[in-house]
């Protein structure tokens, strides 16, 4: 069946630094578009990266930009997200998705179209 393996969250001051990585199985990974979401308490889940292929073309959450960074390794099934210059707003519980490069478009996100989602991993950003 088909899992995605969220890791990496974890407790950080602001100002500091945390990768996370979505590992993919019992999928054709290439494809599907593996993307990024999160969940803060009290509000409702939002998208915060893509990467799209060919061109390698990233989207990103506009409060995140500059400062988060998605990559694919499609050699080991796995997504990352780099996160640098956390602030405590960034605290969440951090998702990752699959949906079909053919279905999911990354300029309009609608969670609808995700086929899979991962269990979660959650960051807590002190201030």
């Known amino acids: 069946q088909v899992q995605l393996v969220e890791s990496g969250g974890g407790l950080v001051q602001a100002g500091g630094s945390l990768r996370l990585s979505c590992a993919a199985s019992?999928?054709?990974?290439?494809?599907?578009?593996v993307d990024w979401f999160r969940q803060a308490p009290g509000k409702e889940r939002e998208f915060v990266a893509a990467?799209?292929?060919?061109?390698?073309?990233?989207y990103y959450l506009d409060s995140v930009k500059g400062r988060f960074t998605i990559s694919r390794d499609n050699g080991k099934n796995t997504v990352y997200l780099q996160m640098n210059s956390l602030k405590p707003e960034d605290t969440a519980v951090y998702y990752c998705?699959?949906?079909?490069?053919?279905?999911?478009?990354?300029?309009?996100?609608?969670?609808?179209?995700?086929?899979?989602w991962g269990q979660g991993t959650q960051v807590t950003v002190s201030s």
């Open positions: 998705a699959a949906g079909r490069i053919s279905k999911v478009t990354a300029t309009l996100v609608r969670e609808r179209e995700y086929d899979y």
């Open positions: 990467i799209r292929w060919p061109g390698n073309r990233l």
């Open positions: 019992g999928l054709t990974f290439s494809s599907y578009a």
